[in-house]
């Protein structure tokens, strides 16, 4: 029932200077919090990546309860949360579609992270960047979803938004048993949030 | 600051260059008849009260002529632009998403570029029987690459953009991460692409015209106009081309301007001046 | 003594496009005031899309067409016109952008840092520069994209104090950089300031700032609600404005306690005080009257009943 990621190897294609990631082995249980922290440069991003399979490894697999992560067809259940918001939904559709395009997400949702319906019908242009990471965790919190990995979501918010954020989604996951992968540069954060801390190396 | 703003001037400039375009398509029609019939008592007449653009050597009427030839050419120019500018989006889509397409649609937009503009719209409408039918198939043949070269690395773009990532993650079909995600990004460089492709269509059907590839001659198109003027040029009949060719050149320069509106409208960088 | 930069009242406003032809004006700044003297760095800070590097682009006269400014910004005494802001920007005044972006892709490092100029003292200025900021010579001879995100920030702030500038407009330096990093970055900051220049830090991270501000003036929905020293920060009641409170309190070191709801968007603002939906002390006539930024304990406050600490 974990995340499991083998021997991870990935270096990005065209690019000289070495692997991004050497053997990275990383095990994730339900309802653990595990914090990832490394100085920049060290594929924080690129790790999650993997794990939510945006990327292939060069060598090594991700394993989620022991099945290859890319033989899980539509709805992946291990679901990656971006540090800008704003680029990870279209400019052009309202929010209303893009929060609701691949499926239903439950009212309960929307009233916990303070989504307000009239927000539904804007832009991403007419939104601040904490207004659109609630909707991009709420798309993310759709049946299915098991873990969630958390890539310096709340670094370009005000401290309250974070603040916000953070409670909502621990609740959640304790409700939900999700593991969350969580990435920050803020050491107090990540010391208050997770159940464990994973140095990469 | 005016009491118009930029925005409102730009759609007032396209409202009157669509508008004067419409009219010229619509006179040519009405006007068919009168640019046939000859009239060889009032032959070789310069511009007068009667004849405002002058009469040829049959003793047609000039204005007729140019007004049905435009309208010809206006119709030619919207078919070629429209098939041409379906064709790059079609083949500038499939190119971006698979690789062996992509590797056989390249090629062949570079091949269609390396041929000149002008070569290229002769062989194709000999090839299709000259006429309209060679004319449209030549021009819109040959129009392409151009835009499907565009279209292609947008849509190449696209793919890469963190929320067409994540739409995929979360279990978008692909058919909808088309639908919503790409073309409606693509609408820009299509309406843009679509009006910059008139005045080339129309500026190559004349010129396959005039040099005896395109339309037959008994059709009152502005290139067989100007090419039969070139015989009474020397005599000093300057009406037979100067105002056809002037006429030509103005209904280009509203589409340009009717492109270059468009553009700017959508174009997110202006459309907020 | 006479501040470097003085800003009074400074508001901008963005004409849109509704729907069609129909034209709105959007306030995105509403009513700023802050004053740099020479050898301070003040920070301001404000959530990500508060329109805060807005206050950078309009201090060095690039705000986009579709822009409008009103209040006064002044120089070592003198209102900014737009030829003397022209004259200044680059060598007096410098602005050290967000990323990698704002550096040429296609230019080596080097000549982007001598700005083309190819004598031997701009050259050797130079080597001096990335000297002094840690990167190893053959820096010159690399391509944007060949940087790190750190080594990227401290070309930025190379090419930014070549001119020895008397005004350092910092937007965002810190972002994407581990805490050791993004230390290293604000440090030099510090040290221009230390060295007699002025240094404007925006930013969003309220924590970082407070490393090296002197003084941090904080943004809420497009206002300045507080200007207050660094210290204040630290002293037990020492901050006038609720909303300064809240996002002390919000930090996780310090009970990582949110307050409810979001900013209003522009065009969306409330009559009265604008945080007054929010605010925990709000009182009957918060909502309608807008209140004044006045000078309160030494520091500035938008609030009509600052400094009250509840509990």
Known sequence: MSLEAKD????????????????????????????????????????????????????????????????YKGFCPVQMIWQHP??????????????????????????????????????????????????????????????????????MLDLITQAQIWDFLLEEARQRELGLVIVSHNTLLLERLCTRIHPLT | MSRWNQRKRTLALLGCAALLLCAVTVAGLLFQPLAMETDFA???????????????????????????????????????????????????????????????ISWCIDLFLGIPHILLVMLISLAFGRGFVGVVAGVSLSHWPSLARVIRGEVLQLRQTTYVRAAERLGVPRGRIIRRHMLPHLLPQFL???????????????????????????????????????????????WLALFPGLSLVLVVLLFAALGEGVRRLLHPASAHQ | MEPILDVEGLSISFRQYDRGAHQ????????????????????????????????????????????????VIRYRGEPLTPARTAALRGTEIVLVPQGVTYLDPLMKVGPQICKGRREGRVRE???????????????????????????????????????????????????????????????????L?????????????????????????????????????????????GLRHPYTRALWAALPQNGFRPIPGSQPAPGEIPTGCRFAPRCPRCRGDCQETHPAYRSFRGGMVRCDFPGEVME
């Open chain 2, 192 to 238: 843009t692409g679509l009006i910059l492709q008139f005045p080339h269509a129309i500026l190559h059907e004349a010129s396959v015209t005039f040099l005896g590839f395109g339309l037959s001659p008994e059709q009152p198109a502005i290139g067989v106009i100007l090419s039969e003027s070139m015989r009474y040029l020397t005599t000093g009949k300057w």
């Open chain 1, 86 to 155: 704003e680029t990870a939904v279209d400019p052009l559709l309202r929010l209303g579609e893009t929060l609701y395009e691949a499926g239903p997400v439950e009212d309960r949702l929307l009233d916990a992270l303070h989504i307000q319906p009239a927000w539904l019908e804007r832009y991403p242009l007419e939104l601040s960047g904490g207004e659109l990471q609630r909707f991009c965790i709420a798309r993310a919190l759709r049946e299915g979803v098991r873990y969630l990995l958390c890539d310096e979501i709340t670094a």
């Open chain 2, 42 to 104: 009032n032959k070789q007449l310069a511009p007068g009260p009667g004849h405002w653009f002058g009469t040829d050597w049959m003793g047609r009427d000039m204005l007729a002529r140019t007004l049905t030839g435009l309208s010809l050419s206006i119709r030619i120019g919207l078919l070629t632009a429209v098939v041409s500018a379906l064709l790059s989006v079609l083949l500038g889509v499939t190119a971006a998403l698979g690789r062996r397409a992509d590797a056989v």
């Open chain 3, 24 to 71: 709105r004006t959007l306030p995105v700044i509403h009513d700023l005031s802050l004053s740099i003297a020479p050898g301070q760095v003040v920070a301001v800070v404000g959530s990500s899309g508060s329109g805060k590097s807005l206050l950078a682009h309009a201090l060095l006269d690039i705000l986009p067409a579709n822009s409008a400014r009103e209040g």
């Open chain 3, 193 to 237: 300031a230390d060295g007699g220049a002025g240094v404007l830090l925006i930013t969003h991270d309220l924590e970082l700032a407070l490393t090296i501000a002197d003084r941090v003036a904080v943004l809420y929905a497009g206002e300045t609600v507080e200007e207050a020293a660094a210290a204040d920060f630290t002293t037990p009641g």
């Open chain 1, 8 to 71: 991870l190897t990935f270096r990005y294609p065209r690019r000289s200077r070495g692997s991004v990631l050497e053997g990275v082995f990383l095990t994730v249980e339900p309802g653990e919090r595990v914090g990832l922290s490394a100085p920049s440069g060290r594929g924080k991003t690129t790790l999650c990546k993997l794990l939510s399979g945006y990327e292939r490894p060069d060598r090594g697999e991700v394993l989620l309860d022991g099945r290859p992560l890319s033989s």
């Open chain 3, 125 to 191: 200025a130079c080597r001096a520069v990335l000297a002094r900021y840690g990167l190893p010579p053959d820096t010159e001879e690399r391509y944007p994209f060949e940087l790190s995100g750190g080594m990227a920030r401290r070309v930025l702030i190379s090419t930014a104090v070549m001119e020895s500038p008397r005004l350092v407009i910092a937007d965002e330096p810190t972002p994407g950089l581990d805490a050791r990093a993004a230390g290293r970055i604000l440090g030099h900051f510090r040290e």
